[in-house]
């Protein structure tokens, strides 16, 4: 190769690094493709049917962090669009809707979800698509997902030391009772595993099909079994019925406690605010929590939603949620799924709760466990706290993971390759 033509090459070569560099510079200008766009995110929560009653306002704590946000300037340079969908309280509607959001809306993360059954039955569409779910609920553990963030509480941080605290306090003598769905019977082996472990005893376990109100038969077995405390993990509106049937048959606060797992603020406005007085309930967040974020954090939700309106835990995991993945979306500098998924292990945020964290081994969030009594107002007193945030442990020690896994097995394949039982009612709205 002659000089002259060597200078050509050399020329040429650095024009096209020189070009290289200008569209590797634009491309970090611009971002990823269809950037220059809001950034669609899916809140998808049953908007009807039996779990509608708690599902909306936790949709609408979603809706308020994303405007917030929006109001702050948005993430990247960008507004974020919500697209709000209705699951209709059925795990196939909700399974059905993530692969549209995913593949038709092109959503970047689904906040959504509010049960086990649901949740479970989606988890398969996040993992195929490789995608990111926020779920915002208290479950009965036994998974972990690198495309789901468990913003909710793990056992180890509500149902344990809930029944270790009654145990201590209220009895020794316990009666089981939740709906026929993967997160109650999960709960329920869990409990049996630590009544044992404690010397105590189980004087009956029964279950209700999910979305029905006949809980009488229900209630005549709990007054024949004449426990010490009741632990009920009942999801939904079926706690309406649930708990007037009991007053019916007598059974108060002051005879045999309740302790609930799926009854919060939001759900004792729809209960006699009298009758449910001196109840028990074990959640992460309270609402009457006195600390100034806590404050503030009702002052702007009343705002939003009337002087009346209530918060409760799975309102603030939903509405916190949003601000840990906004804090990803930021460390990353991107809105890409797999950028943002590698960015959120402990990521942090000042929630109204207190601090809360994710768990860099399993994707769920270190919180603080507590206990609350009801009082005249609607609101729980905290009688009870672990005093700082806990390490989540989605496995409890009881048994091992592969027995754990073949609990689950096992049910599933009982109920015909489904997350709760196939002979619940037909979808009911509230």
């Not at 915002?136 to 789901?148: A, D, F, R, W």
């Not at 306090?169 to 472990?197: C, E, P, Y």
């Not at 406690?257 to 009298?274: Q, V």
Request: proline share 6%.
């Amino acid at each position: 190769m002659t000089v002259k033509s060597r200078s050509a090459h050399q020329h040429f070569g650095r024009i096209l690094i020189a070009s290289c560099l200008l569209l590797l510079a634009a491309c970090i200008k611009k971002g990823e493709p269809g950037s220059d766009g809001p950034i669609k995110v899916g809140v998808l929560h049953a908007l009807t049917g039996t779990m509608a009653l708690s599902a909306k306002p936790v949709a609408d704590a979603t809706l308020m962090a994303i405007d917030e946000i929006n109001q702050q300037g948005g993430l990247l340079g960008r507004t974020i669009q919500p697209i709000l969908v209705d699951g209709r309280s059925d795990p196939a509607t909700f399974a059905r809707e993530s692969e549209r959001l995913i593949t038709e809306e092109r959503v970047k993360v689904i906040f959504g979800f509010l049960n086990s059954a649901s949740r479970k039955t989606g988890k398969p569409v996040f993992e195929r698509h490789n995608h990111l779910l926020f779920y915002p609920l208290t479950y009965e553990g036994l998974e972990q997902s690198p495309n789901i963030i468990y913003t909710g509480a793990a056992p180890n941080q509500q149902v344990i030391p809930a029944v270790k605290w009654c145990f201590d306090n209220l009895g020794k003598r316990f009666f089981l009772v939740g709906s026929d769905l993967v997160h109650s019977r999960a709960v329920h082996a869990m409990i049996q595993d630590q009544v044992a472990a404690l010397k105590g005893e189980i004087v009956g376990e029964e279950y209700i099909l999910w979305g029905s109100k006949d809980t009488k038969s229900v209630v005549d077995k709990i007054v024949a079994a004449k426990p010490a405390v009741i632990l009920n993990s009942i999801t939904g509106d079926s706690n309406i019925a649930f708990f007037r049937e009991l007053r019916r048959a007598g059974v108060t606060p002051e005879k045999i406690p309740t302790m609930s797992f799926m009854i919060a603020e939001r759900e004792l406005r729809n209960l006699s605010a009298k009758e449910m007085v001196g109840d028990y309930a074990a959640w992460n967040y309270f609402q009457s929590q006195p600390n100034p974020e806590n404050r503030d954090f009702i002052k702007r939700y009343r705002a939003r939603f009337g002087p009346d309106a209530v918060t409760d835990d799975p309102i603030e995991s939903a509405y916190f949620g949003v601000y840990l993945w906004a804090a990803a979306v930021k460390a990353a500098n991107s809105v890409s799924v797999d950028l943002v998924r590698g960015a959120l292990p402990n990521q942090s945020f000042s929630a109204p709760e207190g601090l809360v964290y994710i768990d860099a081994e399993n994707n769920h969030v270190w919180r603080t466990a507590r206990i609350g009594k009801i009082d005249s107002d609607g609101d729980f007193d905290v009688v009870w706290d672990s005093q700082r945030p806990l390490r989540p442990v989605p496995y409890p020690i009881y048994r091992t993971k592969a027995d754990w896994e073949k609990f689950l097995s096992d049910l599933f394949i009982g109920w015909k390759h489904q997350w709760a039982n196939p002979n619940r009612p037909s979808l009911e709205s509230p």
